[in-house]
Protein backbone atom coordinates (compact mmCIF):
# COMPACT_ATOMS: atom_id res chain seq x y z
CA UNK A 1 0.00 0.00 0.00
CA UNK A 2 1.25 3.45 -1.25
CA UNK A 3 1.79 5.96 1.62
CA UNK A 4 -0.41 9.53 1.52
CA UNK A 5 0.97 11.73 -0.52
CA UNK A 6 2.75 15.21 1.35
CA UNK A 7 0.51 18.36 0.83
CA UNK A 8 1.81 21.51 0.12
CA UNK A 9 -0.08 24.65 0.66
CA UNK A 10 1.26 27.92 -0.28
CA UNK A 11 -0.46 31.06 0.65
CA UNK A 12 0.34 34.58 -2.61
CA UNK A 13 2.23 37.82 -0.97
CA UNK A 14 -0.05 40.92 0.09
CA UNK A 15 -2.85 41.08 2.39
CA UNK A 16 -5.88 42.04 -0.65
CA UNK A 17 -6.73 39.35 -2.67
CA UNK A 18 -4.80 36.33 -1.47
CA UNK A 19 -4.76 33.34 -3.35
CA UNK A 20 -3.96 29.78 -2.16
CA UNK A 21 -2.54 26.53 -3.86
CA UNK A 22 -2.44 23.36 -2.42
CA UNK A 23 0.03 20.68 -4.30
CA UNK A 24 0.72 17.47 -4.26
CA UNK A 25 2.98 14.36 -6.36
CA UNK A 26 1.48 11.77 -7.91
CA UNK A 27 4.42 9.26 -8.79
CA UNK A 28 6.05 11.67 -11.13
CA UNK A 29 2.75 13.81 -11.75
CA UNK A 30 1.39 17.10 -9.89
CA UNK A 31 -2.03 18.19 -8.94
CA UNK A 32 -2.69 21.78 -7.63
CA UNK A 33 -5.54 23.69 -6.59
CA UNK A 34 -5.86 27.22 -6.88
CA UNK A 35 -8.18 28.64 -5.24
CA UNK A 36 -8.85 32.44 -3.69
CA UNK A 37 -11.87 34.86 -2.90
CA UNK A 38 -15.28 34.17 -1.21
CA UNK A 39 -16.75 31.63 -3.18
CA UNK A 40 -13.78 28.93 -4.02
CA UNK A 41 -14.72 26.36 -6.24
CA UNK A 42 -13.22 24.69 -9.58
CA UNK A 43 -14.06 27.03 -12.47
CA UNK A 44 -11.19 25.92 -14.87
CA UNK A 45 -8.99 22.65 -15.25
CA UNK A 46 -5.87 22.61 -17.41
CA UNK A 47 -3.53 19.78 -18.49
CA UNK A 48 0.06 20.27 -18.83
CA UNK A 49 2.64 17.89 -20.22
CA UNK A 50 6.86 19.00 -20.78
CA UNK A 51 7.80 19.36 -24.34
CA UNK A 52 10.69 20.59 -26.11
CA UNK A 53 10.73 23.93 -26.88
CA UNK A 54 9.99 24.83 -30.97
CA UNK A 55 12.16 27.95 -30.70
CA UNK A 56 15.16 26.21 -29.02
CA UNK A 57 14.69 22.31 -28.77
CA UNK A 58 17.34 22.90 -25.40
CA UNK A 59 14.81 24.37 -23.43
CA UNK A 60 11.41 22.51 -22.20
CA UNK A 61 8.24 24.24 -22.77
CA UNK A 62 4.92 22.80 -22.35
CA UNK A 63 1.54 22.24 -23.60
CA UNK A 64 -1.92 22.59 -22.11
CA UNK A 65 -5.80 21.53 -22.68
CA UNK A 66 -8.11 23.78 -20.92
CA UNK A 67 -11.55 22.74 -19.81
CA UNK A 68 -13.24 25.96 -18.57
CA UNK A 69 -17.16 25.79 -16.77
CA UNK A 70 -19.45 27.82 -18.63
CA UNK A 71 -19.87 31.07 -16.91
CA UNK A 72 -16.62 30.88 -15.51
CA UNK A 73 -13.13 32.88 -16.32
CA UNK A 74 -10.39 31.09 -14.38
CA UNK A 75 -8.84 29.30 -17.64
CA UNK A 76 -5.68 31.64 -18.38
CA UNK A 77 -5.05 31.16 -14.59
CA UNK A 78 -5.17 27.48 -14.62
CA UNK A 79 -3.66 27.27 -18.51
CA UNK A 80 -0.80 29.78 -17.02
CA UNK A 81 -0.07 27.80 -13.66
CA UNK A 82 -0.46 24.21 -15.65
CA UNK A 83 2.08 25.16 -18.63
CA UNK A 84 4.46 27.23 -16.13
CA UNK A 85 4.95 24.33 -14.23
CA UNK A 86 5.33 21.50 -16.64
CA UNK A 87 8.14 23.39 -17.91
CA UNK A 88 9.82 24.14 -14.95
CA UNK A 89 9.26 20.64 -13.69
CA UNK A 90 9.60 18.69 -16.48
CA UNK A 91 5.92 17.09 -15.39
CA UNK A 92 2.27 15.91 -16.30
CA UNK A 93 0.60 18.82 -14.41
CA UNK A 94 -3.15 19.18 -13.45
CA UNK A 95 -4.35 22.28 -12.45
CA UNK A 96 -7.63 23.50 -11.25
CA UNK A 97 -8.13 26.85 -10.31
CA UNK A 98 -11.26 28.65 -8.77
CA UNK A 99 -11.18 32.36 -7.49
CA UNK A 100 -14.06 34.10 -7.21
CA UNK A 101 -14.93 37.99 -5.69
CA UNK A 102 -17.72 39.98 -6.39
CA UNK A 103 -18.24 43.07 -7.96
CA UNK A 104 -13.82 43.46 -8.63
CA UNK A 105 -12.20 46.38 -10.25
CA UNK A 106 -9.91 46.38 -12.78
CA UNK A 107 -7.05 47.10 -10.67
CA UNK A 108 -8.35 44.42 -8.02
CA UNK A 109 -8.26 42.05 -11.14
CA UNK A 110 -4.88 43.09 -12.16
CA UNK A 111 -4.00 42.51 -8.36
CA UNK A 112 -5.66 39.51 -8.23
CA UNK A 113 -3.78 37.92 -11.82
CA UNK A 114 -0.64 39.30 -9.60
CA UNK A 115 -1.15 37.15 -6.98
CA UNK A 116 -1.61 34.24 -9.28
CA UNK A 117 1.69 34.71 -11.11
CA UNK A 118 2.99 34.80 -7.41
CA UNK A 119 1.53 31.72 -6.08
CA UNK A 120 2.51 30.33 -9.50
CA UNK A 121 6.69 31.15 -8.62
CA UNK A 122 6.51 30.01 -5.15
CA UNK A 123 4.82 26.09 -6.24
CA UNK A 124 8.07 26.16 -8.76
CA UNK A 125 10.02 26.88 -5.99
CA UNK A 126 9.22 24.87 -3.36
CA UNK A 127 7.37 21.48 -5.45
CA UNK A 128 11.03 20.01 -5.75
CA UNK A 129 11.37 19.68 -2.61
CA UNK A 130 8.57 17.77 -1.83
CA UNK A 131 8.40 13.81 -1.40
CA UNK A 132 7.23 11.82 -4.50
CA UNK A 133 5.20 9.13 -3.63
CA UNK A 134 5.63 5.70 -5.62
CA UNK A 135 3.44 2.72 -6.30
Known amino acids: MSEAPEVLTLRSDGDDHVVHASALWLGEDALVYVW ?12 AAPRPSLRDPARTSATASVFTYPGHKEDTVAKATAEALASALDAKVVVTAGIHWDHLTAAAIRIVEMRCRNITEKLIREMPLMKKISP
Not at 39 to 46: L, R, W
Request: net charge neutral; aromatic share 0%.
Open 36 to 47: GGTHPHIGAVAS
